[in-house]
């Protein structure tokens, strides 16, 4: 069976995704503030920790879970405040990243259903 981590290329395409995004990051009043004193650069634990974690999820090795456990999404973010100022910020860079990626439509179309998905469901803080 082939998977959709497969499909767009398997683990570059995701670190590629997840690069794109970080660089908008780095510079977002909104985002940039939630990571502290985080190192975003590239090679980064921030970067590799959603690398692992989209690469398991669209079929790719289980390594972010051999090293962290369940994914937990919600819990693992409980300690910020992520309202729709946030989800936004977030959302608009990460579609921002797909949209670049050189992929079939398709596979365009349910990365980007699922991150929107993703991003409302972590919304802690209802405006």
Avoid: C
Wanted: proline share 6%.
């Amino acid at each position: 069976m082939t998977t959709l981590y497969d499909e767009v290329g398997g683990e570059p395409t995701f670190r590629l995704l997840v690069d794109l995004f970080y660089e908008q990051v780095e510079d977002d009043p909104v985002l940039r503030p939630l990571y502290e004193d985080q190192d975003l650069g590239p090679g980064g634990a921030a970067r590799d920790r959603l690398s692992l974690f989209l690469m398991q999820y669209w079929g790719g090795p289980s390594t972010y879970s051999a090293q962290r456990g369940h994914p937990r999404l919600r819990m693992r973010h409980a300690s910020w405040r992520i309202g729709a100022r946030e989800r936004d910020a977030w959302l608009s860079h990460m579609l921002t990243a797909v949209a670049a990626l050189e992929v079939g439509d398709e596979a365009r179309a349910l990365l980007a259903d699922y991150l929107q998905g993703a991003a409302h469901s972590l919304v802690n803080a209802p405006d």
